[in-house]
């Protein structure tokens, strides 16, 4: 392939920009398009040829045990960097700021499957309300007949409080049930799909 660099090299016919001749020997893919459509890597030697940077780099990158300590880590460099005299020409960037949109789609994800859920829990009060109306409803005639055999009204609720707390909790207890299944066999339930696939 031919890479052409973004400086120029002066000549009598104008500034002709500078190509350079390299051979492919491999292809690799990160899973990750951004660097699957912008990286290539070459021999640090040949770059500074091309780019005519003699024995100096562009950049230094520092790989942690613990990529969470990232951001901590590119402050303090921040920090200590600012006093130095290459100051104006040096900055530090960590990989949270580099996948800033990665970040920002799961914070949108987050957000939206909050709204999901809460509307997954308005609909399952919605019901329970439902059902306990339909219920008393249902059953005026076997209120009457408790009224007249000398229950009182607080009697007669808090048998459908009763009743509408224990539909409440057994619904719970089972989708808790449900859920933790499905996160236990998750993996197996999604290799099914795509053998199926």
């Not at 051979?23 to 770059?47: C, K, P, Q, W």
């Not at 200590?80 to 990989?95: E, I, M």
């Not at 709204?115 to 329970?128: E, K």
């Amino acid at each position: 392939i031919q890479l052409m660099a973004p400086q120029g090299s002066l000549t009598p016919a104008g500034l002709v920009p500078r190509l350079r001749s390299f051979t492919v020997i491999g292809l690799f893919s990160s899973g990750h398009y951004e660097y699957d459509l912008n990286l290539a890597l070459i021999h640090m030697r040949d770059a500074q040829v091309l780019f005519r940077m003699e024995d100096n780099v562009s950049g230094v990158r520092l790989k942690l045990d613990q990529t969470d300590k990232a951001p901590r880590v590119a402050k303090e460099l921040n920090s200590q960097l600012y006093d130095s005299p290459a100051a104006p020409n040096v900055f530090v960037t960590d990989w949270t700021q580099q996948n800033v949109a990665y970040f920002n789609a799961v914070q949108i994800e987050k957000r939206m499957m909050f709204i999901i859920l809460l509307l997954i829990i308005a609909v399952a009060a919605f019901n329970l309300v439902a059902t306990l109306v339909m219920a008393v409803t249902d059953k005026q005639s076997d209120i009457a007949i408790l009224r007249t055999l000398g229950a009182s009204p607080a009697g007669i609720m808090k048998i459908f409080m009763v009743q509408g707390a224990l539909i409440g909790v057994i619904g719970t207890v089972l989708g808790v049930i449900a859920g933790v299944v499905l996160a236990w066999n998750v993996g197996d339930i999604v290799s099914g799909i795509e053998k199926m696939l």
